[in-house]
């Protein structure tokens, strides 16, 4: 039996290994995603599986090397998943890099990932990505 941690690990795989379409499969038609708020690409909450590939996937593929968010803690209660771990990259236009470690917050549902919310320590990102 799938677990809503099962799912969330799901998400994390196949993005590490860069599967967009396997990550477009876990997210329910009615995602609610939310990046942190001074997150490079945040532009409020977005809605359904092709908001979240055109203005955060694409985006971080084309902007970043090495793009990863790696989940080493899973917190559930529910269908209520907390993810922490951290994400870490090269931003391609200064050659920095960055880590910045990160809480996200997910709820399942029917073993489809129906919300999204980031934490993390934005200016470490923004860091990277300034001249």
Same mark, same amino acid.
């Given at each position: ?19 967009? /379409?396997?990550?477009? /499969? ?35 593929? +084309? ?16 269908? +209520? ?18 880590? /910045? ?31």
């Amino acid at each position: 039996m799938f677990t809503p941690v099962h799912v969330v690990r799901d998400f994390y795989d196949h993005l590490a290994r860069g599967d967009f /379409a396997a990550v477009l /499969a876990l997210l329910a038609e009615d995602i609610e995603w939310t990046d942190a708020e001074r997150f490079p690409y945040y532009s409020g909450t977005w809605h359904g599986p092709q908001a979240v590939l055109n203005n955060l996937l694409i985006p971080l593929s +084309r902007d970043w090397t090495d793009f990863a968010a790696k989940a080493h803690e899973f917190i559930h209660d529910g269908n +209520r998943v907390v993810a922490l771990g951290t994400y870490s990259g090269t931003y391609k236009a200064t050659g920095k890099s960055t880590t /910045a470690d990160f809480a996200n917050i997910w709820t399942v549902r029917a073993n489809k990932l129906q919300t999204f919310h980031m934490h993390t320590d934005t200016a470490k990102v923004l860091a990277a990505m300034s001249k």
